[in-house]
């Protein structure tokens, strides 16, 4: 009976969240049917286990969702997110359209700057540059899926994403782990999205069908009430507060556009490996710090000082193009509360269950999985990922019941924690954009298509080269290690 209370919770919070219904109410109830089934008390699990858990989360991570959504709504109103989309189409032009779309929004996310930031504004330069080359608009989707969600997420090493955060607490790790196979594996999923979407682009041709989609309408798709619900889940940015604040009229040029997305990066690189390493943190052994140690924290605060700083030089150079700063503030602050609670409420349903004496059967057969803790790994990540339609939801969820066994594990066959920290964030990354998806829907809306239309292709660029990746990383890592 306790299995199928957690059959039954999963299958109520999946199906009700997939009909629009907010996980904030949905995961404690889901919790509690999995904990009745059990026969194990109810406000016991609620008030100690499932908000323990989800307050955990929030204090571990809140500072790279608030700091991340202020960053990204920055860029977004200093219009340095347009001018660097702006100078692809310059640069590369209609006769490249897909080129341009994808690697302005890796460009950006890269950076640090959220995908729902990325995602309104790419879309409609993606849609101008698409009519021009009378490309279909069903291929918009799957274009800007590749560049802002797929390999900059999970696969370049030092990505700011929190999916790449999340591992780094559990395995003791930092953004850079295994940065050769985070390469490798960002590269096949580059090559081969592309390679599908000019397959796709020549049939088109061939077949003479042009552009013939609607106007992307990003006002429409940040007030609808179904795409924030699934949206907040799934990333750290709030759409409903994409159009707050005030926009500059006067674009800034592209290196002051690029400069903050630069500072990311050589922050993050520094703190990384020669700052942190270098000081003195023996007191977070202390109670009052939580008895906790560098490795545990220094990957997240690596991040935070990273945004932080790239923060203040965009103010600093770009004050005179936020006309309304403290509205842009306050938009890109709340922007980063609801997307917290909501996915620290998918943790909170996940302890619940790892806690229960069923889930007993759940980790025996996933770590009994033939090929290993790797596999077994990848295995747990994507189908927690897929259920959650939370790609930082179910990695959390997975790593929060395994990831202490994971570590045992690891020591026990000689594995290294930046390979179990790369193989989880691709798996996470994988199967995470199924239908349901809040960043699936989001793009849809904005991209004025539908599931009917572009899912294939989103499917093929967002899945298919990301398992495939996956299976790279984990058999080069078998056979060398982590590099």
């Known amino acids: 009976m306790g299995l199928f209370g957690i059959l039954l919770g999963l299958g109520l919070l999946v199906w009700l969240a997939f009909r629009g219904w907010s996980v904030l109410g949905l995961a404690p109830v889901a919790a509690l049917i999995a904990a009745a089934f059990s026969g194990d008390p109810l406000l016991a699990n609620w008030t100690q286990t499932f908000m323990g858990s989800a307050a955990g989360f929030i204090a571990q991570f809140f500072p790279l969702f608030l700091l991340g959504a202020l960053f990204g709504k920055l860029m977004d109103d200093t219009g340095s997110v347009t001018a660097i989309a702006n100078f692809m189409t310059d640069k590369l032009g209609p006769a490249r359209s897909v080129l341009a779309v994808v690697l302005a929004g890796a460009l950006v996310t890269y950076g640090g700057v959220s995908l729902f930031v990325a995602m309104f504004v790419i879309a409609p330069m993606g849609q101008a540059l698409f009519r021009a080359a009378e490309i279909p608009n069903r291929l918009l989707p799957a274009a800007v899926m590749l560049g802002t969600t797929t390999f900059t997420m999970s696969a370049l090493p030092g990505s700011p994403a929190i999916q790449n955060a999340i591992p780094m607490p559990f395995f003791g790790t930092t953004p850079f782990a295994a940065p050769g196979l985070g390469f490798i594996a ?31 309408s ?16 799934a990333r750290e940015f709030d759409p409903a507060e994409i159009e707050h604040g005030a926009h500059s009229t006067h674009l800034p040029g592209i290196g002051i556009a690029l400069l903050p997305l630069i500072v990311v990066m050589l922050v993050n690189l520094t703190m990384s490996l020669l700052v942190l390493p270098r000081i003195d943190t023996s007191y977070l052994a202390e109670l009052r710090w939580g008895e906790t140690s560098l490795a545990s924290v220094g990957g997240v605060w690596s991040v935070i000082v990273a945004l932080s700083a790239a923060i203040l030089v965009l103010f600093v150079f770009n004050r005179s193009r936020l006309p309304a700063l403290r509205e842009t503030v306050d938009a890109g602050l709340n922007a980063s509360a609801l997307p917290v609670i909501s996915v620290a409420s998918l943790v909170g349903f996940g ?19 033939d090929g290993g803790p790797l596999v077994g790994l990848a295995l747990a990540t994507n189908v927690l990922s897929a259920l959650t339609g939370s790609a930082s939801g179910g990695l959390t969820i997975a790593l929060g019941a395994l990831g202490e066994t994971y570590m045992q594990l690891a020591a026990t066959y000689g594995i290294d924690p930046a390979l179990m920290h790369r193989v989880a964030v691709i798996g996470a990354g994988s199967l995470d954009s199924l239908p349901h998806n809040g960043a699936v829907v989001t793009l849809l809306a904005v991209c004025g298509a539908t599931h009917k239309e572009s899912y294939f292709d989103i499917v093929m660029v ?15 890592g078998s056979a060398f290690g982590s590099f």
């Not at 590269?187 to 106007?215: D, H, P, T």
């Not at 619940?352 to 059967?361: I, W």
């Not at 967002?462 to 080069?476: D, P, Q, R, S, T």
Request: charged residues 15%.
């Open 186 to 216: 960002a590269g096949i999923m580059l090559g081969f999205g592309l390679w599908w979407l000019a397959r796709a682009e020549a049939a088109a041709r061939r077949a003479g069908e042009g552009f013939s989609g609607s106007a992307a």
């Open 218 to 233: 990003a006002s429409s798709a940040a007030h609808d009430p179904l795409v924030r619900e699934r949206a907040t889940v």
């Open 351 to 369: 302890a619940v269950v790892a806690s229960l004496p069923a889930f007993e059967m759940v980790r025996d057969w996933v770590l009994g999985i």
């Open 462 to 476: 967002g899945i298919v080269g990301a398992l495939l990746a996956l299976v790279v990383v984990i058999a080069l």
